[in-house]
C-alpha cells in the first residue's frame, strides 16, 4: 500500500514561471531534448494540482470531458455520489438516470470494507 505524501497540498510552482507546452508535447511527450524551465513547471503543475484536488474531494466532481466506464463512481454537483451504468461522456448524472444511478452501500459491505482497510492499516 502506498503511503500519503507528506506535502500532498502543496502545489508545484504556484507563483513561478509556466508555460503550455501544447498539445503536440502532450500528444508525444519528450523527444530527445531538455524541456524548459517553464514547460516543466506547467507540467509538475498540473500533478501536483490533479494530487491536492484528490485530496480535497475524495471522489472526483463529474464532468462534461471525462468517458466514464460502467460502474464509474463520480459526484454529482448536488454532492451526491452516482455510479455508471453504462459507459458515458456529457451525461450528467444529476439528470441522467438512462447513465446513472446513486450510489449506495450496504452496511454489510461498509463493515466488510473497513474491516480490510483495519487490516491493511495493521
Given at each position: 500500500?502506498?503511503?500519503?505524501?507528506?506535502?500532498?497540498?502543496?502545489?508545484?510552482a504556484e507563483t513561478g514561471v509556466?508555460?503550455?507546452?501544447?498539445?503536440?508535447?502532450?500528444?508525444?511527450g519528450w523527444g530527445v531534448e531538455?524541456?524548459?524551465?517553464?514547460?516543466?513547471?506547467?507540467?509538475?503543475?498540473?500533478?501536483?494540482?490533479?494530487?491536492?484536488?484528490?485530496?480535497?474531494?475524495?471522489?472526483?466532481?463529474?464532468?462534461?470531458?471525462?468517458?466514464?466506464?460502467?460502474?464509474?463512481?463520480?459526484?454529482?454537483?448536488?454532492?451526491?455520489?452516482?455510479?455508471?451504468?453504462?459507459?458515458?461522456?456529457?451525461?450528467?448524472?444529476?439528470?441522467?438516470?438512462?447513465?446513472?444511478?446513486?450510489?449506495?452501500?450496504?452496511?454489510?459491505?461498509f463493515v466488510a470494507l473497513s474491516?480490510?482497510?483495519?487490516?491493511?492499516?495493521?
Amino acid at each position: 500500500m502506498t503511503t500519503k505524501p507528506e506535502q500532498i497540498n502543496r502545489v508545484w510552482a504556484e507563483t513561478g514561471v509556466k508555460t503550455d507546452p501544447g498539445a503536440t508535447k502532450y500528444n508525444d511527450g519528450w523527444g530527445v531534448e531538455i524541456p524548459t524551465h517553464g514547460d516543466m513547471n506547467y507540467i509538475l503543475q498540473g500533478a501536483s494540482q490533479a494530487a491536492k484536488y484528490n485530496n480535497e474531494q475524495g471522489i472526483n466532481t463529474w464532468d462534461t470531458e471525462t468517458t466514464y466506464p460502467i460502474d464509474a463512481i463520480t459526484k454529482g454537483s448536488d454532492g451526491r455520489l452516482y455510479q455508471a451504468i453504462v459507459s458515458n461522456t456529457d451525461a450528467d448524472p444529476i439528470s441522467s438516470p438512462a447513465e446513472w444511478v446513486a450510489f449506495t452501500i450496504t452496511l454489510a459491505a461498509f463493515v466488510a470494507l473497513s474491516d480490510r482497510v483495519a487490516a491493511l492499516e495493521a
